[in-house]
């Protein structure tokens, strides 16, 4: 698993209400991503950082932040969750110009 | 736009049947390609890297080749337990190194 807890596994959440994923890295990876999987759409750029406090939006980020205060942590927020985040969330952590690896993700549902 | 294409989206082969998945990109100027397994309700395993066209990797039953327009991932003698969804992925072009992901073929092999 290279390292790489995704904290809760599973959550049901109400319409509304904040929600905060966790990722924790234990391989001094520089580049943290968070990405979202839904069938037809495969795995989809939330928002990604290439440093401590140095964050960057990626292909789908309404809705979501991010913040990264140490090196191994990347916390991904639903700011006011909605039934279209409903989704499976995937951390990864890679180096630059080498592969990333994929924490084992959180099934979040949106009731 | 850079762009990621996968095919075919399922195959279903009898065990020993070899065949191979084709992964068809768009971006300008290929900084990487990779491919990933994931299982159910697992995050995606890091599989090969590919860099410039005419490499090719190998493990086990499993080799992948690459090209200036696709990479193929060629299954010799498949078993069941290679059942899996495979994915493929390119570096975005923009020097940061962001994954633009294919939706994946899932590969069923049949005893």
């Known amino acids: 698993d290279a390292g790489i807890t995704q904290s809760p596994r599973h959550k049901v959440t109400e319409t509304g209400t904040p929600v905060t994923l966790r990722c924790h890295q234990t391989?001094?990876?520089?580049?943290m991503y968070w990405y979202r999987q839904d069938p037809g759409h495969g795995l989809r750029l939330i928002h990604y950082s290439y440093g401590v406090k140095d964050t960057d939006k990626g292909e789908v980020s309404d809705g979501y932040s991010v913040s990264r205060s140490k090196t191994e942590d990347f916390l991904l927020t639903l700011e006011s969750a909605t039934s279209s985040q409903t989704s499976v969330y995937f951390c990864?952590?890679?180096?630059?110009?080498?592969?990333?690896?994929f924490g084992q993700g959180t099934r979040l549902t949106v009731v | 736009e850079d762009q990621v294409t996968q095919s075919p989206e399922a195959l279903r082969l009898q065990e020993g049947e070899s065949s191979s998945l084709n992964c068809s990109y768009t971006v300008s100027g290929l900084r990487g390609l990779f491919w990933y397994r994931q299982d159910p309700g697992k995050g995606p395993e890091f599989l090969f890297t590919?860099?410039?066209a005419g490499e090719e990797k190998e493990k086990e039953r499993l080799k992948a080749t690459l090209t200036k327009k696709e990479s193929f991932l060629h299954i010799t003698a498949p078993k069941p337990e290679d059942s899996a969804t495979y994915l493929c992925a390119v570096q975005s072009p923009d020097n940061t190194d962001k994954l633009i992901f294919g939706t994946g073929t899932r590969l069923q092999v049949f005893p």
């Open positions: 990864a952590c890679g180096g630059m110009n080498t592969e990333a690896f």
């Open positions: 590919l860099y410039s």
């Open positions: 391989e001094n990876h520089r580049y």
